[in-house]
């Protein structure tokens, strides 16, 4: 007998439905969730018919979905309620859904709410409500016990009692219930209770107090279930604890023992009955196997005598014994574990016509892991208000030594306050819904600049400090020390600007603006007007407010500006009316190793005449950098008159090219005086190798731009993109360079790439990209402007047009010999992404691997190594860290440093988590081994390594499924999984839970692999899952196949390129194949995604996203 209930407290909403689906008087079903997450902040309870509930539901979710995807916000709460409302008053006079529903939520505005809508459509806003056979006994307690502002624990006390009665009131109850809740931090499960877990045992379901019903997956830091749990009001049969070795006063964690010694906890049951009950408890499903073991004496401590040892006994099962009326039976639980993780195991007990079961977590830990243990609890960080800085007492900025009038100036390309203010009220500019075209080229890439901006601005804030002190250096700085600032987070250089005032001035007093002076480590010395130093006293506190240096991104604004000299076929190759053909100039290499495809790149550039970029297409390993230094040694030898610009996307790839050409060939030397490698001014002066500095142009330690005479005389001058802009502004003229080479073409976005184009390409410019589409693209910070097209390189535009994505010679060279990694690592890379085509010719690999004792399989270099560990935050820091993972990887290093001929430096460690790679440090000083190079994936671009280790850091579906929203870490991201992979040279180990890590199709083939060639060890793996569909991607998008075949009907009002544009993007946020099929056959067209159309106002001054109870009314009137 169906029954859903649900209230709203103080900031959240919470919903209870049984899990049973039945038809008339029979159950098809026991473990039915009947509650389904619409999306991160909704929920949606539902009882009725089992086939037009589920059915139902899910359109529902679909369809809000398509909306968030397609819209890049979410539905409020009513306007969800209203669309459902509306679709079952339109089914109703066709075929109705014989469907009830609950439908709680949280908007950031209207806080938590709960609507009714029942079959026949009726809506309403309620404070609680139930349906079903057992609403009339929820309904009576909560109008009992129901206040507003209930906190979470009165809400779930109420739920729990309501559950109780429906139980103790029905002839036929339903034996099981789930509890979700939904507030500011997302919707989420509270508890199982009664619920079934693991397999069937003796064809009996067990009953289990947890989080989902899979004890590898509970959430300690939300699980209320840990922390209000009340025996008392367990039944006649009152059990102790709902997790052992779980401590709820401790905010849920799992009790920590260190490997080898013995933990121990106890479970009592009392007897409130008159009646003798039969007993037996049977401990099963441990992991790892036999770890846990149960004793009715006290285990015995190192401390105990030989006799108390002598006496001890343990098993895995009691059966047959007898609890007297009003006995209490204590039964111990212990575990001495062998290997750092949780372990886990389900306690099973046996009362006659009842049964019990306790799911059991322990954390096992080493020195190591202990030592990375937090120091602080987490707490979200508190937004802290901004200055009101319009008005504020000024200062005066640094001169610079190295500061002249340029040529062409920089404008400043102040932002227009109609498209501020258009785009902080969270509506899209029009021209940006327009999506790409010749037309509004230039101001389609502004405003998503512009969006870029205005989030930049904001991640500003979050440096923000108060509180803090300055204190007086000499006669004219006062310091502040900006933890993070050594790591450039915030990155901040001489002549910025910081605003600050004493911490108990109110907001009419003025903030004073004080410029960087000098940066040290993580102090930067400030000089204000001359009044605020003279009121100053150290030990005085002062709110600080940082600014985000706008020259970079002034140097994009300009470069997109410039394109408007471009060719029409040079920005959109495919509108070309003329396919150009080039002839192959015939060379002797200089490099006595270039293979066929390399050596044809550099014919096909050195016979190139102008037009449309020439590619070089470089997969991992494939030796694309040799390729370019081979085309510029070519060009410097062979034409004295030709000027080559090489650009790359930061400092040190820029380096590296420049070291690849000193070091290339003893018969070629390029001389010091026709080479500059030019820096930004703001580069420190020891940042640069001492062995390139004599090639770079400075003044008293501080680098600048040669001026233009200078400048001119350099037959090759290498730097960043946005370096390129101080060359236009020397004055040097459009098509003075015969040659501009970009490499790592995929890393920059494209009006970063345009920099060093749109102001010096001229028609019979040459220019050569280099990079590989399939690795990650540019870092962008505004989710909306990387959807809407600023996180799409112009490399991968590129590949849109036919010439590039078939393969034309005349446009690209395809790289396909792997020279980096042994044939076994490159498989999965190659299958997944690169159609087959790699060829692995790494010939050195094999007698490494002979000498590593840690593979079980010499003959494949590839170790999953399997560690359910916690993952965990602290203090205010948002980032996440797995202690037990750490651990595993410094003790894997040490085991590979001690083989003979493998340092330090030829071991990297990846990981997606700046608290990760932080903690990974701190243990890598610990054991005297500060020399491993440890980073992000983005940091290990471009590089490679003997042996990549990669820690995956996460053990909670939760946090992984934010992860999968928000692109974080390595899951649902392709290009990121792509790039972490190709690093290794020879041996690459993977270190991760491997019952999140099958959640995404591409590890959970990298995992089956391992297990396949007996490499995979740790924990046991989760069940496999055959996987039978292409997860192959495409160079057209990165998309899965699936998705180009699939077809989705274009929606009346909508533009054909806002439209492509929409589908592509957003399948980068669909987690499978299957959900893009879900969408294309239970959806007719976009059209059908709200009455009336979608909730998208088309006007002139942009794409307004209406609130759905502004668009949608109770009566299903179409928007406006």
């Given at each position: 007998m169906e029954s859903?209930?649900?209230?709203?407290?103080?900031?959240?909403?919470?919903?209870?439905?049984?899990?049973?689906?039945?038809?008339?008087?029979?159950?098809?079903?026991?473990?039915?969730?009947?509650?389904?997450?619409?999306?991160?902040?909704?929920?949606?309870?539902?009882?009725?018919?089992?086939?037009?509930?589920?059915?139902?539901?899910?359109?529902?979710?679909?369809?809000?979905?398509?909306?968030?995807?397609?819209?890049?916000?979410?539905?409020?709460?009513?306007?969800?309620?209203?669309?459902?409302?509306?679709?079952?008053?339109?089914?109703?006079?066709?075929?109705?859904?014989?469907?009830?529903?609950?439908?709680?939520?949280?908007?950031?505005?209207?806080?938590?709410?709960?609507?009714?809508?029942?079959?026949?459509a009726s809506l309403h806003k309620v404070e609680k409500g139930a349906f079903g056979y057992g609403s009339y006994f929820a309904l009576s307690l909560m109008d009992r016990h129901y206040?507003?502002?209930?906190?979470?624990?009165?809400?779930?006390?109420?739920?729990?009692?309501?559950?109780?009665?429906?139980?103790?009131?029905?002839?036929?109850?339903?034996?099981?219930?789930?509890?979700?809740?939904?507030?500011?931090?997302?919707?989420?499960?509270?508890?199982?209770?009664?619920?079934?877990?693991?397999?069937?045992?003796d064809d009996e379901e067990r009953s289990v107090i947890g989080?989902?019903?899979?004890?590898?997956?509970?959430?300690?830091?939300?699980?209320?279930?840990?922390?209000?749990?009340?025996?008392?009001?367990?039944?006649?049969?009152?059990?102790s604890v709902p997790f052992p070795f779980v401590d709820g006063k401790q905010?849920?964690?799992?009790?920590?023992?260190?490997?080898?010694?013995?933990?121990?906890?106890?479970?009592?049951?009392?007897?409130?009955?008159?009646?003798?009950?039969?007993?037996?408890?049977?401990?099963?499903?441990?992991?790892?196997?036999?770890?846990?073991?149960?004793?009715?004496?006290?285990?015995?401590?190192?401390?105990?005598?030989?006799?108390?040892?002598?006496?001890?006994?343990?098993?895995?099962?009691?059966?047959?014994?007898?609890?007297?009326?009003?006995?209490?039976?204590?039964?111990?639980?212990?575990?001495?574990?062998?290997?750092?993780?949780?372990?886990?195991?389900?306690?099973?007990?046996?009362?006659?016509?009842?049964?019990?079961?306790?799911?059991?977590?322990?954390?096992?830990?080493?020195?190591?892991?202990?030592?990375?243990?937090?120091?602080?609890?987490?707490?979200?960080?508190?937004?802290?208000?901004?200055?009101?800085?319009?008005?504020?007492?000024g200062s005066v900025r640094p001169s610079?030594?190295?500061?002249?009038?340029?040529?062409?100036?920089?404008?400043?390309?102040?932002?227009?306050?109609?498209i501020r203010s258009l785009i902080e009220s969270g509506q899209i500019p029009s021209v940006v819904t327009e999506g790409l075209t010749r037309g509004n080229y230039q101001h389609f890439f502004k405003n998503l600049l512009i969006m870029e901006e205005i989030a930049l601005e904001e991640s500003m804030r979050s440096y923000d400090m108060e509180g803090v002190p300055l204190r007086k250096r000499g006669q004219q700085y006062l310091s502040l020390e900006v933890p993070g600032l050594a790591e450039r987070r915030p990155s901040l250089v001489q002549g910025d600007y910081v605003f600050a005032k004493l911490e108990y001035e109110d907001e009419r007093s003025l903030p004073y603006k004080g410029h960087i002076y000098r940066v040290e480590a993580d102090d930067v010395y400030l000089k204000f007007a001359p009044e605020f130093h003279s009121h100053h006293r150290d030990g005085n506190l002062y709110k600080v407010q940082f600014t985000y240096n706008r020259i970079s991104m002034r140097r994009l604004y300009q470069a997109v500006d410039a394109t408007e000299?471009?060719?029409?076929?040079?920005?959109?190759?495919?509108?070309?009316?003329?396919?150009?053909?080039?002839?192959?100039?015939?060379?002797?290499?200089?490099?006595?190793?270039?293979?066929?495809?390399?050596?044809?790149?550099?014919?096909?550039?050195?016979?190139?005449?102008?037009?449309?970029?020439?590619?070089?297409?470089?997969?991992?390993?494939?030796?694309?950098?040799?390729?370019?230094?081979?085309?510029?040694?070519?060009?410097?030898?062979?034409?004295?008159?030709?000027?080559?610009?090489v650009c790359a996307p930061s400092n040190s790839a820029a380096d590296h090219i420049l070291e690849k050409l000193l070091n290339a060939n003893a018969?070629?030397?390029?001389?010091?005086?026709?080479?500059?490698?030019?820096?930004?001014?703001?580069?420190?002066?020891?940042?640069?190798?001492?062995?390139?500095?004599?090639?770079?142009?400075?003044?008293?330690?501080?680098?600048?731009?040669?001026?233009?005479?200078?400048?001119?005389?350099?037959?090759?001058?290498?730097?960043?993109?946005?370096?390129?802009?101080?060359?236009?502004?020397?004055?040097?003229?459009?098509?003075?360079?015969?040659?501009?080479?970009?490499?790592?073409?995929?890393?920059?976005?494209?009006?970063?790439?345009?920099?060093?184009?749109?102001?010096?390409?001229?028609?019979?410019?040459?220019?050569?990209?280099?990079?590989?589409?399939?690795?990650l693209g540019p870092i962008i910070n505004s989710r909306e402007a990387e959807t809407f097209g600023l996180g799409k390189s112009y490399l991968e535009r590129l590949y849109e047009c036919d010439f590039y994505r078939n393969g034309d010679r005349n446009y690209v060279t395809k790289l396909v010999k792997n020279y980096r990694s042994h044939p076994e690592i490159l498989h999965l890379p190659n299958e997944l992404f690169y159609g087959r085509e790699l060829i692995a010719c790494k010939d050195d690999s094999v007698s490494f691997m002979a000498r590593v004792d840690l593979l079980p399989n010499k003959d494949f270099p590839v170790l999953f190594f399997g560690i359910q560990g916690c993952d965990e935050r602290e203090g205010c820091n948002p980032s996440w860290f797995n202690r037990t993972e750490a651990s595993k990887v410094v003790e894997i290093t040490k085991r590979l440093t001690a083989q003979r001929n493998l340092s330090e430096e030829d071991i990297g460690i990846i990981t997606p988590y700046r608290q990760q790679v932080l903690k990974l440090k701190k243990a890598f000083e610990n054991e005297s081994m500060p020399n491993i190079k440890i980073g992000s994936v983005e940091q290990f671009q471009g590089q490679e390594r003997q042996v990549i280790i990669i820690s995956t850091v996460r053990s909670t579906i939760k946090h992984n499924e934010f992860d999968k929203t928000y692109c974080l870490g390595f899951l649902s991201n392709p290009k990121r999984f792509n790039v972490a992979i190709t690093r290794a040279k020879a041996l690459l180990i993977v270190i991760g839970n491997p019952h999140i890590i099958?959640?995404?199709?591409?590890?959970?083939?990298?995992?089956?692999?391992?297990?396949?060639?007996?490499?995979?060890?740790?924990?046991?793996?989760?069940?496999?899952?055959?996987?039978?569909?292409?997860?192959?991607?495409?160079?057209?998008?990165?998309?899965?196949?699936?998705?180009?075949?699939?077809?989705?009907?274009?929606?009346?009002?909508?533009?054909?390129?806002?439209?492509?544009?929409?589908?592509?993007?957003?399948?980068?946020?669909?987690?499978?194949?299957?959900?893009?099929?879900?969408?294309?056959?239970?959806?007719?067209?976009?059209?059908?995604?709200?009455?009336?159309?979608?909730?998208?106002?088309f006007a002139d001054s942009g794409a307004k996203l209406m609130r759905g109870d502004e668009a949608l009314s109770t009566d299903s009137e179409p928007a406006k």
């Open positions: 859903i209930f649900g209230l709203v407290g103080d900031g959240f909403a919470v919903v209870a439905a049984d899990t049973s689906a039945v038809h008339s008087i029979l159950v098809h079903k026991s473990n039915e969730d009947k509650i389904m997450v619409l999306d991160s902040h909704k929920l949606v309870a539902a009882s009725g018919e089992p086939g037009d509930r589920v059915q139902f539901t899910e359109y529902i979710q679909k369809n809000v979905a398509l909306y968030q995807f397609r819209n890049g916000i979410p539905l409020t709460t009513a306007a969800a309620a209203n669309f459902t409302r509306g679709e079952l008053a339109t089914a109703l006079r066709k075929n109705p859904y014989m469907v009830n529903i609950l439908m709680a939520g949280f908007d950031k505005e209207a806080g938590a709410s709960l609507y009714y809508i029942d079959y026949i206040h507003s502002g209930m906190s979470v624990e009165e809400a779930i006390d109420l739920v729990d009692k309501c559950i109780i009665e429906i139980r103790s009131r029905l002839v036929v109850a339903p034996p099981n219930f789930v509890i979700k809740i939904v507030d500011k931090d997302g919707a989420r499960e509270l508890c199982l209770v009664m619920d079934s877990v693991g397999d069937k045992w989080d989902k019903g899979e004890i590898r997956y509970i959430d300690f830091d939300h699980d209320k279930s840990v922390r209000n749990y009340n025996p008392n009001e367990e039944g006649p049969i009152i059990v905010g849920g964690k799992p009790q920590s023992v260190v490997v080898g010694e013995t933990a121990m906890d106890k479970i009592t049951l009392k007897n409130t009955t008159t009646d003798p009950v039969e007993w037996g408890v049977t401990i099963y499903a441990s992991n790892p196997e036999d770890s846990f073991k149960l004793s009715l004496m006290e285990p015995p401590t190192a401390d105990s005598d030989l006799e108390t040892i002598q006496a001890f006994l343990e098993c895995t099962s009691l059966e047959d014994r007898v609890l007297h009326p009003g006995d209490t039976l204590t039964v111990w639980l212990s575990c001495k574990p062998k290997e750092i993780g949780v372990h886990t195991s389900i306690v099973h007990f046996d009362l006659e016509a009842d049964v019990i079961e306790r799911v059991v977590f322990l954390l096992a830990e080493d020195k190591i892991s202990q030592s990375l243990a937090s120091i602080r609890p987490y707490t979200r960080g508190i937004k802290k208000k901004p200055l009101n800085v319009e008005s504020h007492h610079r030594k190295t500061y002249r009038m340029y040529k062409n100036r920089l404008p400043r390309y102040d932002i227009p306050k109609d000299d471009l060719d029409v076929g040079f920005l959109f190759p495919s509108e070309s009316t003329q396919r150009r053909m080039i002839r192959a100039m015939r060379m002797v290499p200089i490099s006595c190793t270039l293979n066929e495809e390399q050596r044809r790149s550099v014919e096909m550039i050195l016979g190139c005449k102008g037009g449309p970029p020439y590619v070089i297409y470089g997969p991992p390993g494939t030796g694309k950098t040799m390729t370019l230094v081979e085309t510029i040694l070519q060009l410097y030898t062979t034409r004295k008159r030709d000027r080559i610009l018969d070629v030397v390029v001389q010091e005086f026709d080479i500059l490698r030019l820096n930004a001014s703001s580069r420190p002066y020891e940042d640069v190798n001492p062995d390139l500095i004599d090639y770079c142009f400075y003044d008293d330690d501080a680098f600048t731009c040669p001026e233009l005479n200078a400048l001119l005389r350099y037959r090759i001058i290498i730097c960043t993109y946005t370096s390129a802009s101080l060359i236009y502004a020397e004055g040097v003229r459009r098509g003075y360079f015969s040659h501009i080479i970009l490499d790592e073409a995929g890393q920059a976005s494209e009006p970063e790439t345009m920099i060093p184009i749109s102001s010096l390409y001229k028609q019979n410019t040459v220019v050569v990209l280099a990079g590989d589409p399939m690795q099958t959640k995404d199709r591409n590890w959970n083939k990298l995992l089956w692999r391992c297990a396949d060639n007996s490499s995979y060890q740790g924990c046991s793996p989760p069940e496999r899952q055959e996987d039978d569909e292409d997860t192959s991607f495409s160079i057209d998008d990165g998309q899965p196949e699936e998705f180009l075949q699939t077809e989705v009907p274009q929606p009346a009002g909508v533009g054909e390129a806002e439209w492509k544009h929409q589908m592509n993007m957003e399948t980068r946020k669909l987690s499978s194949a299957e959900t893009v099929a879900g969408y294309t056959t239970e959806l007719g067209g976009v059209g059908d995604l709200f009455p009336g159309g979608m909730l998208v106002v």
